[in-house]
């Protein structure tokens, strides 16, 4: 037996060297190569780009009180729904677990001192910073075609001239800060992994990263040319996509969907390697059916490149494609089920800690299992033509992109929040956030099922009185309200956190991945010197200890590394 030292998995001292204090300055953050700065630069521009895309969608909502409208004109509605949705999809749930929480936290589960190409690392961020504000000037400049920049419609609408370019160009960059992104995260995965840790000896969540970046890098070009040819078509009136010039706007759908559909998984993949990193550690029990979660990843990765035809039953397509895109997308459920099923296999006889983030990573299930359901009404061609471009499309897509990959990126702010800044938050709070975030989020967006249902159009600024959708614009109104409290006040317990928070052990949660081996926040270089790999998800190793309020190592256990080399 090896006797373990436990200094190293306790609270630093005040006033200890870590990457917040190892060098100080304006210049030393914006020009750093540390991924976990990096990962924090980035955690902060997606958080304020949350709070502008939160602002339009409270216009959207409180617009719809009223069938007339209560607060904007048609063409300022347009232009508020536009942003709202690229704001959210490019620049909020594209990238804020993988550019964010992924920055931070995969190169200390490899073990390694930082990701494979620092450099890099830091020029994709200032690209994504580059790409976001001529996003956002595109506000100012009357952008209205939609989140989608749909043609012919971005092409001949005289009022939103001054903002298509800009904003295909801005997504053109944020699609290059994603590739390299990406490739970075990939390489790392493949040259930085310690001794011992073969793939599968890997955390979940970095399976879950690695599917993520192959699906960045291989669909995010076709959406770069498609708007690059959009861009140019608008410019220079080139007949690409305009049938009045001579192209074809259907395969401006192909190329778009090819991409974006893809993309519904690079915001949804990241999400389930976090709940799955949650369960275990939070249930304290080895993950059930490790290999089925690692290659379910991969499957839902290669299924996402052949179902994108789904999103065109109404635009004219063959008869037999749509059969064949229907039957493709029932399957993407299949490893969508293994997760959940081996999730809940995993927490059964578990010792669950009721906490916060295993609250967060119970809300995810929920929700994504109702986004994933109700995709298979839009997955049936007969129910899709009667719902297409109503509000339970609307629905469909908050619960699986806000619900399931908005909701896992919060899960997993709030379990390595300790690990990020060295504090831990309030738990009562944090609760009480998540139940009024469940009750403001099912008010919101369960009633539009029920518009869409009812024939209610998505996009429209206003409706019929006497159609009967007013309720439950009523009801879905006031739903918005109580979410959005419910986020400043988990922005109030986290900014509170930094300054009056508890200091937090290095392992506060009882996890078993490397993150958690070395102290909170983490020292600069990450590691003093290689950490032993053992099985992530070998909790037995791990006891309590009153005097740091975090786990360590038993001392009556093999050193968990012992069996590295034969691994």
């Given at each position: 037996m090896t006797t373990i030292d436990n200094t190293s998995l306790q609270a630093p001292a005040l006033g200890s060297d870590n990457y917040l204090t190892h060098t100080r300055g304006f210049l030393s953050w914006v020009l750093t190569l540390d991924h976990k700065r990096i990962g924090v630069m980035y955690l902060v521009s997606v958080l304020t780009c949350f709070l502008l895309g939160g602002v339009f969608a409270m216009l959207v909502r409180t617009q719809l009180v009223v069938p007339d409208g209560l607060i904007l004109n048609q063409d300022e509605y347009n232009?508020?729904?536009?942003?709202?949705?690229?704001?959210?999809?490019?620049?909020?749930?594209?990238?804020?677990?993988?550019?964010?929480?992924?920055n931070f936290v995969l190169p200390i589960m490899l073990g390694a001192k930082d990701v494979a190409f620092p450099r890099l690392n830091l020029f994709s961020y200032w690209l994504w910073v580059t790409g976001a504000v001529l996003l956002v000037i595109s506000i100012f400049a009357g952008l209205d075609t939609g989140w989608t920049f749909y043609t012919p419609y971005s092409i001949d609408h005289d009022s939103a001239m001054g903002g298509v370019i800009p904003a295909v160009s801005g997504a053109f960059i944020l699609g290059f800060a994603g590739i390299f992104t990406g490739m970075n995260f990939i390489v790392t995965i493949h040259r930085l992994r310690p001794d011992g840790m073969n793939w599968f000896r890997m955390p979940l969540f970095l399976w879950s990263i690695y599917a993520t970046a192959v699906i960045q890098v291989l669909a995010t070009p076709v959406l770069g040319i498609t708007l690059a040819l959009?861009?140019?078509?608008?410019?220079?009136?080139?007949?690409?996509?305009?049938?009045?010039?001579?192209?074809?706007?259907?395969?401006?759908?192909?190329?778009?969907?090819?991409?974006s559909h893809p993309a519904v998984y690079i915001m949804i993949l990241p999400a389930m390697g976090v709940i799955s990193e949650i369960i275990a550690v939070h249930s304290h029990r080895h993950i059930f059916g490790y290999n089925f979660i690692a290659w379910s990843s991969i499957a839902i990765a290669i299924f996402s490149f052949l179902v994108w035809g789904h999103h065109m039953f109404t635009s004219g397509q063959s008869p037999l494609m749509s059969v064949i895109f229907s039957f493709i997308t029932f399957s993407v459920g299949i490893p969508s089920a293994v997760k959940v099923f081996n999730w809940l296999a995993t927490m059964y006889k578990g010792a669950i800690s009721w906490n916060t983030t295993m609250l967060w990573g119970m809300g995810f299930i929920?929700?994504?299992?109702?986004?994933?359901?109700?995709?298979?009404?839009?997955?049936?061609?007969?129910?899709?033509?009667?719902?297409?471009?109503?509000?339970?499309?609307?629905?469909?897509?908050?619960?699986?992109?806000?619900?399931?990959?908005?909701?896992?990126?919060?899960?997993?702010?709030?379990?390595?929040?300790?690990?990020?800044?060295?504090?831990?938050?309030?738990?009562?709070?944090?609760?009480?956030?998540?139940?009024?975030?469940?009750?403001g989020y099912n008010m919101t967006f369960f009633t539009q099922f029920m518009l869409g249902s009812h024939g209610m159009p998505r996009r429209y600024a206003t409706y019929p009185a006497d159609a009967g959708f007013q309720m439950y614009n009523i009801i879905s109104t006031i739903g918005s309200y109580v979410m959005a409290i419910s986020f400043f006040m988990m922005a109030g317990y986290f900014i509170a956190s930094i300054f009056k928070g508890r200091r937090a052990a290095a392992n506060p949660w009882g996890g078993r991945s490397l993150e958690w081996q070395c102290s909170s926040p983490p020292p600069h270089d990450n590691f003093s010197e290689q950490p032993a790999v053992g099985d992530c998800y070998d909790f037995s190793v791990l006891r309590w200890d009153e005097a740091t309020h975090g786990y360590v190592w038993r001392e009556d256990v093999e050193h968990p590394g012992h069996d590295a080399e034969q691994a």
């Amino acid at each position: 037996m090896t006797t373990i030292d436990n200094t190293s998995l306790q609270a630093p001292a005040l006033g200890s060297d870590n990457y917040l204090t190892h060098t100080r300055g304006f210049l030393s953050w914006v020009l750093t190569l540390d991924h976990k700065r990096i990962g924090v630069m980035y955690l902060v521009s997606v958080l304020t780009c949350f709070l502008l895309g939160g602002v339009f969608a409270m216009l959207v909502r409180t617009q719809l009180v009223v069938p007339d409208g209560l607060i904007l004109n048609q063409d300022e509605y347009n232009q508020v729904f536009t942003i709202h949705g690229g704001v959210m999809v490019f620049l909020v749930i594209l990238p804020g677990i993988p550019a964010a929480l992924g920055n931070f936290v995969l190169p200390i589960m490899l073990g390694a001192k930082d990701v494979a190409f620092p450099r890099l690392n830091l020029f994709s961020y200032w690209l994504w910073v580059t790409g976001a504000v001529l996003l956002v000037i595109s506000i100012f400049a009357g952008l209205d075609t939609g989140w989608t920049f749909y043609t012919p419609y971005s092409i001949d609408h005289d009022s939103a001239m001054g903002g298509v370019i800009p904003a295909v160009s801005g997504a053109f960059i944020l699609g290059f800060a994603g590739i390299f992104t990406g490739m970075n995260f990939i390489v790392t995965i493949h040259r930085l992994r310690p001794d011992g840790m073969n793939w599968f000896r890997m955390p979940l969540f970095l399976w879950s990263i690695y599917a993520t970046a192959v699906i960045q890098v291989l669909a995010t070009p076709v959406l770069g040319i498609t708007l690059a040819l959009l861009a140019v078509e608008r410019a220079f009136g080139i007949g690409i996509f305009n049938p009045a010039l001579g192209g074809d706007p259907v395969l401006y759908q192909h190329f778009f969907w090819f991409y974006s559909h893809p993309a519904v998984y690079i915001m949804i993949l990241p999400a389930m390697g976090v709940i799955s990193e949650i369960i275990a550690v939070h249930s304290h029990r080895h993950i059930f059916g490790y290999n089925f979660i690692a290659w379910s990843s991969i499957a839902i990765a290669i299924f996402s490149f052949l179902v994108w035809g789904h999103h065109m039953f109404t635009s004219g397509q063959s008869p037999l494609m749509s059969v064949i895109f229907s039957f493709i997308t029932f399957s993407v459920g299949i490893p969508s089920a293994v997760k959940v099923f081996n999730w809940l296999a995993t927490m059964y006889k578990g010792a669950i800690s009721w906490n916060t983030t295993m609250l967060w990573g119970m809300g995810f299930i929920f929700l994504f299992m109702i986004g994933g359901l109700t995709g298979m009404y839009l997955g049936t061609i007969a129910t899709d033509i009667h719902l297409h471009d109503t509000y339970f499309v609307v629905a469909h897509f908050h619960y699986t992109m806000m619900g399931s990959a908005l909701v896992g990126f919060i899960a997993g702010l709030h379990h390595w929040w300790p690990k990020i800044t060295g504090k831990m938050f309030n738990e009562n709070a944090g609760r009480f956030a998540f139940v009024l975030f469940m009750i403001g989020y099912n008010m919101t967006f369960f009633t539009q099922f029920m518009l869409g249902s009812h024939g209610m159009p998505r996009r429209y600024a206003t409706y019929p009185a006497d159609a009967g959708f007013q309720m439950y614009n009523i009801i879905s109104t006031i739903g918005s309200y109580v979410m959005a409290i419910s986020f400043f006040m988990m922005a109030g317990y986290f900014i509170a956190s930094i300054f009056k928070g508890r200091r937090a052990a290095a392992n506060p949660w009882g996890g078993r991945s490397l993150e958690w081996q070395c102290s909170s926040p983490p020292p600069h270089d990450n590691f003093s010197e290689q950490p032993a790999v053992g099985d992530c998800y070998d909790f037995s190793v791990l006891r309590w200890d009153e005097a740091t309020h975090g786990y360590v190592w038993r001392e009556d256990v093999e050193h968990p590394g012992h069996d590295a080399e034969q691994a």
